[in-house]
């Protein structure tokens, strides 16, 4: 079953903030963030596998709920270079990966 | 870090000819390797589940005599559309994990045009 995102699309100015949500019915094994740029291959961006984790890289930051029904991506400070669609991916036993819908990122001068 | 080389980058073909898609782990063993299908502005759709050593598991609705798999070593799996059509034009990638726990790696995508 497909993890449910919202929102579809957000536009920012430059150095403004974003979240990303990304929920299922049931509890999750892991969920996974990517960032897929025009005409490329998704790339990784993180993995949270217990629930009530949180992690981050540089300005981007990922959380995982308690119940592990629902994560959220948080972006600060964006850049134009975090332009872009950004997927969480769902698994069991971090096999048959389903992706969201992807939410696309427009990051504005 | 994990790299997962995929070619041919993209293709042109005839309908009705067959088209082969590889997808090499370069650095590290996958037993397990996932072909995704992507449209215009749509999500990856999971296509199979390649295992090494055995036949692939096809999602629901994916025609397993159209879209051969062959895991035949630890580092390579290839997709081959059989009889292709304008219908299966799409961005097809493949993507590798190395182990439990880990993030998924994806290869650069093979677009597919079917004319």
């Known amino acids: 079953q497909q993890p449910v995102q919202s929102p579809q699309a957000v536009i920012l100015r430059e150095g403004e903030d974003a979240v990303i949500n990304c929920s299922s019915s049931?509890?999750?094994?892991?969920v996974h963030w990517y960032r897929q740029k025009h005409g490329e291959a998704p790339v990784f961006l993180m993995i949270?596998?217990?629930?009530?984790e949180q992690k981050g890289h540089e300005k981007i930051s990922a959380s995982f709920n308690e119940k592990k029904q629902q994560s959220s991506l948080y972006l600060t400070a964006s850049q134009l270079s975090y332009s872009g669609t950004y997927f969480c991916?769902?698994?069991?036993?971090?096999?048959?990966?389903?992706f969201g819908a992807g939410t696309r990122l427009t990051v504005k001068p | 870090g994990a790299v997962v080389s995929q070619h041919p980058s993209w293709v042109i073909c005839k309908s009705g000819t067959s088209v082969k898609i590889e997808c090499r782990s370069l650095d590290f063993q996958a037993t397990t390797m996932f072909w995704y299908r992507q449209f215009p502005k749509q999500s990856l759709m999971l296509m199979a589940t390649?295992?090494?050593?055995?036949?692939?598991?096809?999602e629901q609705g994916v025609e397993k005599d159209k879209f051969l798999i062959n895991h035949a070593s630890l580092t390579l799996s290839t997709l081959t559309v059989t009889s292709a059509h304008p219908e299966d034009s799409s961005f097809y990638i493949c993507s590798a994990t190395q182990g439990p726990g880990g993030g998924y790696t994806f290869g650069s995508g093979t677009r597919l045009t079917v004319v």
């Open positions: 049931k509890a999750l094994y892991s």
């Open positions: 390649s295992n090494e050593g055995s036949k692939a598991t096809y």
């Open positions: 991916g769902t698994g069991v036993n971090n096999n048959d990966m389903r």
């Open positions: 949270l596998l217990k629930g009530g």
